[in-house]
């Protein structure tokens, strides 16, 4: 999947996702459903400069940054994120987005900054502390046909330490 194809209307806006590693097909899947909006796989200069806004997906911040740093993306994503467009990441891509973080091993990763946050990287655990287990569904969710119980996925995580002044949480 490269592209959604635009709608026929002025108000298409282009929001990139980084399709370097992580759940960049999933983001890019639900983004599809979205009206008036055209979704573009991020891999290269020219499709980032093409985009008005960046998805930056989970995955494993440390993989990202490698291959961004091979492919000579780290300072155009730089730049994109310090000119103030709408970068939003999740999981892994707020490690990236962030300006510091703890945890890291010695001569850490790569950061994009642009989010004033200090991110711990492994926060709730080391990968080997993840796993499934299945949970009570509430009422509620069993009223609309949800089964007793469901699975959850309890991974390792960042959390946010420290932000700056004018980050809100």
Not at 63 to 86: D, H, R, Y
Not at 155 to 167: D, L, N, Q, T
Request: charged share 20%.
């Amino acid at each position: 999947m490269t592209t959604t194809q635009p709608q026929d209307t002025a108000a298409t806006v282009r929001i990139g996702v980084l399709a370097l590693q992580g759940s960049f097909r999933e983001h890019m899947a639900l983004l599809a459903q979205i009206p008036d909006v055209e979704v573009v796989e991020v891999r290269t200069k020219e499709k980032l400069t093409s985009v008005s806004g960046l998805i930056i997906p989970g995955g494993e911040s440390t993989t990202m940054a490698l291959v961004a740093e091979q492919w000579g993306l780290i300072p155009e994503l730089q730049s994109f994120a310090k000119a103030g467009k709408p970068v939003w990441g999740t999981c892994a891509g707020m490690i990236f987005l962030a300006e510091r973080a703890e945890g890291q091993k010695k001569g850490g990763q790569a950061l994009l900054g642009g989010l004033d946050i200090c991110v711990s990287r492994n926060f709730f655990g080391a990968q080997i502390n993840s796993f499934e287990t299945q949970l009570p569904a509430h009422q509620q969710l069993q009223q609309y046909g949800s089964d007793s119980t469901f699975r959850a996925v309890f991974i390792r995580a960042p959390a946010v330490v420290e932000a700056g002044p004018e980050v809100r949480l």
